[in-house]
T-cell receptor, first 113, second 112 residues
Framework: NAGVTQTPKFQVLKTGQSMTLQCAQD?????MYWYRQDPGMGLRLIYY???????DKGEVPNGYNVSRLNKREFSLRLESAAPSQTSVYFC????????????FGPGTRLLVL | GEDVEQSLFLSVREGDSSVINCTYT??????LYWYKQEPGAGLQLLTY?????DMKQDQRLTVLLNKKDKHLSLRIADTQTGDSAIYFC????????????FGRGTSLIVHP
């Protein structure tokens, strides 16, 4: 099993450009998540999908959209990138249930100039 | 409300024990977690404890839970340089979505 994979690993954007971060898991997990990690801020939840066909906002959803394409894939889209979106983005998945152990991807490092 | 707090840095000498502390605010927490993040990588679950337990031990790791003070600690015995990483405390709430709330992480630096 590859676990949780993310593409790309690194990306540089100019302000106003758009891009989609891809995430896939091969563990047959029901729930998937997008976080951003900034220095001193820990992890902040952007969006999550409790099951295929559903998505919900997390703590910091503004400026982002998501698509749960199927059970395996959960993408994060930045429609018009801003410097404040410079961050490291992590995708995670979990089986779902009371004990929510999350499995994380390796992250995408995004720089918006 | 949900709030998980940790100190930001801890420095220890190789071979000593490390103790990383965390406080949380929600008394209805069900699970409390410790995750480890190595440089350039995602988070990996180290261990978790259910809120009706006081202690859990797993090889060099000991988790202690003080429910009265809402205090969680992670003790790493015989700390090695490979233990240098960021350690995140997280809690999930009974009756909520069960999505964990993470602390800001404690950077553990192990020096020779």
């Amino acid at each position: 099993n590859a676990g949780v994979t993310q593409t790309p690993k690194f990306q540089v954007l100019k302000t106003g450009q758009s891009m989609t971060l891809q995430c896939a898991q091969d563990m047959n997990h029901n729930s998937m998540y997008w976080y951003r990690q900034d220095p001193g801020m820990g992890l902040r939840l952007i969006y999550y999908s409790a099951s295929e066909g559903t998505t919900d906002k997390g703590e910091v959803p503004n400026g982002y959209n998501v698509s749960r394409l199927n059970k395996r894939e959960f993408s994060l889209r930045l429609e018009s990138a801003a410097p404040s979106q410079t961050s490291v983005y992590f995708c995670a998945s979990s089986l779902a249930g009371e004990q929510e152990t999350q499995y994380f991807g390796p992250g995408t490092r995004l720089l918006v100039l | 409300g949900e709030d998980v707090e940790q100190s930001l840095f801890l420095s220890v000498r190789e071979g000593d024990s490390s103790v990383i502390n965390c406080t949380y605010t929600d008394s209805s927490s069900t699970y409390l977690y410790w995750y480890k993040q190595e440089p350039g990588a995602g988070l990996q679950l180290l261990t978790y404890i259910f809120s009706n337990m006081d202690m859990k031990q797993d090889q060099r790791l000991t988790v202690l839970l003080n429910k009265k003070d809402k205090h969680l600690s992670l003790r790493i015995a015989d700390t090695q340089t490979g233990d240098s990483a960021i350690y995140f405390c997280a809690e999930s709430i009974r009756g909520g979505s069960y999505i964990p709330t993470f602390g800001r992480g404690t950077s553990l630096i192990v020096h020779p």
